[in-house]
């Protein structure tokens, strides 16, 4: 595992709504193992550089102007790659084809986010086929939790992790205010 919820050299999906940290908070948690990873991004996405984080950007749509430009793309290995957003990867050319050799041929861990589909009954569904987000090795889902005052069962607003796949994962299955603070690294550290 690194960053405590991800599998090493496999392939991590995190997803929620737009706006949960869902980057910031993936980039956080692999610092905290000491990981700089390459943040692949096709969201034009700043707010990592603004929380300090620590990674190597690369603008995935350039990358993926033209098959040249992919095919000539220098791939790294032994490393840990970041897919900011799973839609707009593919919306440019990507494919779960690409993605696949990545972490087999140059033996590299990679992390799709994603966004949860806009549905009135159910936000915990990624917007990506069924066929790939259950074949990946860990499923996590991040969203907001207006928490709970009920006398019985209370609960704290917050940002949480829910774990809804991780193979050979022994922590909560959902981790309150994941990244949050400096509080919560150095508990999942300590895991």
């Known amino acids: 595992m690194i960053g405590n919820v991800f599998v090493s050299n496999g392939m991590n999906l995190i997803y929620g709504a737009s706006g949960t940290g869902k980057t910031i908070s993936t980039i956080k948690a692999l610092n905290s193992d000491g990981i700089t990873p390459f943040l692949v991004d096709f969201d034009d996405n700043l707010s990592p550089e603004s929380s300090n984080c620590k990674f190597n950007h690369v603008n995935g ?24 957003t799973w839609q707009l990867f593919i919306t440019n050319g990507g494919s779960i084809d690409i993605l696949v050799e990545w972490r087999t041929k140059y033996n590299n861990t990679i992390i799709i986010v994603a966004h949860s589909k806009e549905l009135a009954t159910r936000s915990d569904l990624p917007d990506m086929d069924s066929r790939i987000a259950n074949h990946m090795h860990s499923k996590l889902f991040l969203e907001y939790d207006k928490g709970s005052r ?7 607003a917050g940002t949480n992790l829910t774990v809804l796949k991780l193979r050979g994962y022994s922590g909560d299955r959902t981790i309150h205010n994941w ?7 150095s508990a999942l550290i300590n895991q």
């Open 150 to 156: 009920t006398k019985t069962n209370p609960r704290p």
């Open 179 to 185: 990244m949050r603070t400096d509080n919560d690294v």
């Open 61 to 84: 749509s350039a990358m993926f102007k033209s098959k040249q430009s992919l095919s000539s793309a220098v791939i790294p290995t032994d490393s840990v790659i970041i897919i900011d």
